[in-house]
Protein backbone atom coordinates (compact mmCIF):
# COMPACT_ATOMS: atom_id res chain seq x y z
CA UNK A 1 0.00 0.00 0.00
CA UNK A 2 1.01 3.65 -0.62
CA UNK A 3 -0.65 4.98 2.50
CA UNK A 4 2.01 4.31 5.60
CA UNK A 5 0.68 4.48 9.41
CA UNK A 6 3.25 5.92 11.98
CA UNK A 7 1.82 4.18 15.39
CA UNK A 8 3.75 5.11 18.40
CA UNK A 9 3.17 4.94 22.09
CA UNK A 10 4.85 7.81 24.90
CA UNK A 11 6.45 5.38 27.03
CA UNK A 12 6.53 7.40 30.05
CA UNK A 13 6.25 7.62 34.28
CA UNK A 14 2.67 7.91 34.94
CA UNK A 15 2.39 11.42 36.34
CA UNK A 16 -0.64 12.93 34.74
CA UNK A 17 -2.62 12.64 37.95
CA UNK A 18 -0.14 15.41 39.34
CA UNK A 19 -1.39 17.84 36.88
CA UNK A 20 -4.79 17.52 39.14
CA UNK A 21 -3.14 17.64 42.33
CA UNK A 22 -2.75 13.62 42.95
CA UNK A 23 0.73 12.81 44.05
CA UNK A 24 1.84 9.57 43.28
CA UNK A 25 4.92 7.56 44.49
CA UNK A 26 7.61 7.02 41.72
CA UNK A 27 6.66 3.69 42.28
CA UNK A 28 3.45 4.18 41.49
CA UNK A 29 3.89 5.69 38.44
CA UNK A 30 6.39 2.81 37.27
CA UNK A 31 4.11 0.37 37.93
CA UNK A 32 1.07 1.61 36.11
CA UNK A 33 2.82 2.48 32.75
CA UNK A 34 4.97 -1.23 33.05
CA UNK A 35 1.43 -2.94 33.28
CA UNK A 36 -0.24 -0.87 30.24
CA UNK A 37 2.51 -1.36 28.38
CA UNK A 38 2.48 -5.12 29.20
CA UNK A 39 -0.70 -5.22 27.85
CA UNK A 40 0.02 -3.15 24.80
CA UNK A 41 3.06 -4.96 23.73
CA UNK A 42 0.85 -8.38 23.69
CA UNK A 43 -1.87 -6.69 20.97
CA UNK A 44 1.24 -5.69 19.12
CA UNK A 45 2.40 -8.87 19.10
CA UNK A 46 -0.91 -10.63 18.25
CA UNK A 47 -1.90 -8.47 15.55
CA UNK A 48 1.85 -8.47 14.34
CA UNK A 49 2.30 -4.66 13.96
CA UNK A 50 5.15 -3.02 14.85
CA UNK A 51 5.36 0.46 16.55
CA UNK A 52 7.80 3.36 17.47
CA UNK A 53 7.97 4.22 21.88
CA UNK A 54 9.08 6.81 22.78
CA UNK A 55 10.59 6.32 26.33
CA UNK A 56 12.15 8.22 29.32
CA UNK A 57 15.12 7.77 29.92
CA UNK A 58 14.04 7.46 33.57
CA UNK A 59 11.22 4.87 32.93
CA UNK A 60 13.96 2.89 30.72
CA UNK A 61 16.46 3.13 33.26
CA UNK A 62 13.36 1.29 35.96
CA UNK A 63 12.30 -0.85 33.28
CA UNK A 64 15.31 -2.50 31.30
CA UNK A 65 14.07 -5.68 31.09
CA UNK A 66 11.21 -5.01 29.18
CA UNK A 67 12.92 -2.56 26.99
CA UNK A 68 15.67 -3.86 26.00
CA UNK A 69 12.85 -6.74 24.82
CA UNK A 70 10.43 -4.42 23.24
CA UNK A 71 13.72 -2.76 21.32
CA UNK A 72 13.93 -6.23 19.32
CA UNK A 73 10.98 -5.96 17.18
CA UNK A 74 10.18 -2.24 17.56
CA UNK A 75 11.70 1.46 17.75
CA UNK A 76 12.63 2.90 20.78
CA UNK A 77 12.75 6.71 20.47
CA UNK A 78 13.58 9.40 22.93
CA UNK A 79 10.67 11.25 25.18
CA UNK A 80 13.48 12.99 27.06
CA UNK A 81 14.97 11.97 30.92
CA UNK A 82 12.24 12.94 32.38
CA UNK A 83 8.42 13.38 31.60
CA UNK A 84 7.82 16.51 34.49
CA UNK A 85 11.04 18.38 34.12
CA UNK A 86 13.72 19.48 31.24
CA UNK A 87 16.79 20.67 31.35
CA UNK A 88 19.15 20.89 27.51
CA UNK A 89 21.66 18.11 29.19
CA UNK A 90 18.62 15.88 28.98
CA UNK A 91 18.08 16.03 25.28
CA UNK A 92 21.76 14.22 24.80
CA UNK A 93 21.83 12.36 27.79
CA UNK A 94 18.76 9.99 27.23
CA UNK A 95 19.51 9.27 23.98
CA UNK A 96 22.95 8.02 25.18
CA UNK A 97 21.09 6.50 28.06
CA UNK A 98 18.34 4.37 25.57
CA UNK A 99 21.44 3.49 23.05
CA UNK A 100 23.18 1.78 26.28
CA UNK A 101 20.11 0.01 26.95
CA UNK A 102 19.35 -0.80 23.82
CA UNK A 103 22.22 -1.38 21.84
CA UNK A 104 20.76 0.57 19.18
CA UNK A 105 20.84 3.91 17.45
CA UNK A 106 18.35 6.16 18.76
CA UNK A 107 17.20 8.67 15.97
CA UNK A 108 14.11 10.37 17.20
CA UNK A 109 12.76 12.89 19.53
CA UNK A 110 9.53 13.51 21.44
CA UNK A 111 8.88 16.46 23.67
CA UNK A 112 6.35 16.00 26.72
CA UNK A 113 3.18 17.49 26.31
CA UNK A 114 4.46 18.05 22.69
CA UNK A 115 5.85 20.94 24.02
CA UNK A 116 7.97 23.37 22.15
CA UNK A 117 11.20 22.39 21.52
CA UNK A 118 14.91 24.32 19.85
CA UNK A 119 15.42 22.10 16.69
CA UNK A 120 18.76 23.31 16.60
CA UNK A 121 18.88 21.76 20.07
CA UNK A 122 17.25 18.70 18.57
CA UNK A 123 20.09 18.48 16.34
CA UNK A 124 22.86 19.47 17.92
CA UNK A 125 21.83 16.47 20.41
CA UNK A 126 22.32 14.06 17.36
CA UNK A 127 18.71 12.89 16.63
CA UNK A 128 17.81 12.99 13.03
CA UNK A 129 13.92 13.25 13.38
CA UNK A 130 11.32 15.37 15.29
CA UNK A 131 7.94 14.72 16.30
CA UNK A 132 6.98 17.10 19.12
CA UNK A 133 4.73 18.87 17.26
CA UNK A 134 1.03 18.87 16.68
CA UNK A 135 -0.51 21.69 14.38
CA UNK A 136 -3.68 22.03 15.92
CA UNK A 137 -4.73 24.36 19.61
CA UNK A 138 -4.48 23.01 22.51
CA UNK A 139 -6.14 25.25 25.49
CA UNK A 140 -3.16 25.89 27.98
CA UNK A 141 -0.56 23.82 26.34
CA UNK A 142 -0.16 25.15 22.60
CA UNK A 143 -1.34 27.05 19.72
CA UNK A 144 -0.33 25.89 16.40
CA UNK A 145 -2.79 26.39 13.86
CA UNK A 146 -0.39 28.25 11.58
CA UNK A 147 2.27 26.03 11.64
CA UNK A 148 2.84 23.27 8.82
CA UNK A 149 0.60 20.29 9.56
CA UNK A 150 2.13 17.87 7.31
CA UNK A 151 6.15 16.41 7.80
CA UNK A 152 8.90 18.59 6.76
CA UNK A 153 12.00 19.53 6.94
CA UNK A 154 14.29 22.00 8.91
CA UNK A 155 17.69 22.12 7.63
CA UNK A 156 18.84 18.08 7.91
CA UNK A 157 16.00 17.45 10.84
CA UNK A 158 13.10 15.58 9.73
CA UNK A 159 9.66 16.81 11.55
CA UNK A 160 7.25 14.61 11.75
CA UNK A 161 3.67 16.51 13.40
CA UNK A 162 1.40 14.31 14.93
CA UNK A 163 -1.35 13.78 12.64
CA UNK A 164 -4.52 16.72 12.39
CA UNK A 165 -7.31 16.40 10.08
CA UNK A 166 -6.82 18.72 6.88
CA UNK A 167 -9.20 22.19 6.85
CA UNK A 168 -10.27 21.46 10.42
CA UNK A 169 -7.15 20.45 12.43
CA UNK A 170 -8.76 18.43 15.09
CA UNK A 171 -5.76 15.94 16.41
CA UNK A 172 -6.09 12.40 15.33
CA UNK A 173 -4.76 10.84 19.02
CA UNK A 174 -5.49 9.20 21.78
CA UNK A 175 -7.73 11.78 23.57
CA UNK A 176 -10.05 11.67 20.29
CA UNK A 177 -9.96 8.55 19.99
CA UNK A 178 -11.53 8.01 23.86
CA UNK A 179 -14.08 10.49 23.28
CA UNK A 180 -15.37 10.49 19.40
CA UNK A 181 -17.73 7.55 18.68
CA UNK A 182 -15.37 5.25 17.17
CA UNK A 183 -17.06 4.95 13.19
CA UNK A 184 -16.39 8.84 13.53
CA UNK A 185 -12.84 8.41 14.26
CA UNK A 186 -12.15 5.83 11.77
CA UNK A 187 -13.87 8.02 9.17
CA UNK A 188 -11.53 11.40 10.15
CA UNK A 189 -8.71 8.50 9.92
CA UNK A 190 -9.68 7.80 6.37
CA UNK A 191 -10.02 11.20 5.57
CA UNK A 192 -6.00 12.33 6.66
CA UNK A 193 -4.63 8.98 5.36
CA UNK A 194 -5.89 10.06 1.70
CA UNK A 195 -4.75 13.13 1.65
CA UNK A 196 -1.83 13.26 3.46
CA UNK A 197 -0.35 9.50 2.15
CA UNK A 198 0.17 8.70 6.00
CA UNK A 199 -0.87 8.62 9.47
CA UNK A 200 1.08 9.79 12.70
CA UNK A 201 -0.57 8.63 15.98
CA UNK A 202 -0.05 8.11 19.81
CA UNK A 203 -1.26 6.82 22.65
CA UNK A 204 -0.19 6.07 26.25
CA UNK A 205 0.76 2.67 27.96
CA UNK A 206 -0.91 3.83 31.19
CA UNK A 207 -4.39 4.44 29.14
CA UNK A 208 -4.37 0.68 29.04
CA UNK A 209 -5.00 0.10 32.62
CA UNK A 210 -7.72 1.05 34.58
CA UNK A 211 -7.46 4.54 36.28
CA UNK A 212 -11.43 4.76 37.79
CA UNK A 213 -9.47 5.67 41.35
CA UNK A 214 -7.91 8.61 40.01
CA UNK A 215 -8.56 11.81 40.13
CA UNK A 216 -8.60 13.06 36.23
CA UNK A 217 -11.39 14.41 34.02
CA UNK A 218 -13.82 11.90 32.71
CA UNK A 219 -12.43 12.67 28.76
CA UNK A 220 -9.22 11.26 30.24
CA UNK A 221 -10.10 8.59 31.82
CA UNK A 222 -12.88 7.55 29.63
CA UNK A 223 -12.25 4.05 28.12
CA UNK A 224 -9.21 3.02 30.02
CA UNK A 225 -8.30 -0.75 31.02
CA UNK A 226 -10.21 -3.25 29.41
CA UNK A 227 -12.66 -0.98 27.86
CA UNK A 228 -10.00 0.13 26.09
CA UNK A 229 -7.89 -2.53 24.73
CA UNK A 230 -10.95 -3.90 22.30
CA UNK A 231 -11.42 -0.89 21.52
CA UNK A 232 -7.93 -0.62 20.37
CA UNK A 233 -7.52 -3.46 18.43
CA UNK A 234 -10.67 -3.17 16.54
CA UNK A 235 -8.95 0.31 15.41
CA UNK A 236 -5.59 -1.03 15.05
CA UNK A 237 -7.27 -4.10 13.27
CA UNK A 238 -9.14 -1.64 10.65
CA UNK A 239 -6.13 0.26 10.21
CA UNK A 240 -3.88 -2.97 8.40
CA UNK A 241 -6.73 -2.66 6.04
CA UNK A 242 -5.75 1.35 5.11
CA UNK A 243 -2.14 1.52 5.07
CA UNK A 244 1.88 -0.33 5.83
CA UNK A 245 2.65 0.13 9.95
CA UNK A 246 6.27 1.37 9.27
CA UNK A 247 9.04 2.49 12.06
CA UNK A 248 9.64 6.42 12.03
CA UNK A 249 12.92 5.54 11.28
CA UNK A 250 12.26 3.91 8.06
CA UNK A 251 9.81 6.80 7.29
CA UNK A 252 12.35 9.00 7.86
CA UNK A 253 14.90 7.03 5.57
CA UNK A 254 12.53 7.11 2.95
CA UNK A 255 11.70 10.83 2.78
CA UNK A 256 15.58 11.58 3.03
Known sequence: MDKKILLSFDVEEFDIPEEYGQRLSDEEKF?????????????????KIKATLFTTANFALNNIEIIKKAAKVHEISSHNFFHSSFREEDLKNSRKTLERITGNKIRGFRMPRLLNIDEKKVID????????????YMPGRY?????????????????????VVPLIRLPISWLTFKNLPLPIF????????????????????????DLGKYNLPFYVKKYSGSKIIPRLENYLSWLKNQGDFIKFSDFEKKHR
Open 31 to 47: SVSLNGLKNILNLLEKL
Open 125 to 136: AGYSYNSSMCAS
Open 143 to 163: NNLSKKRTFHFSGNLLNIPTS
Open 186 to 209: KMVTKITLIRDKYLNIYFHPWEFT
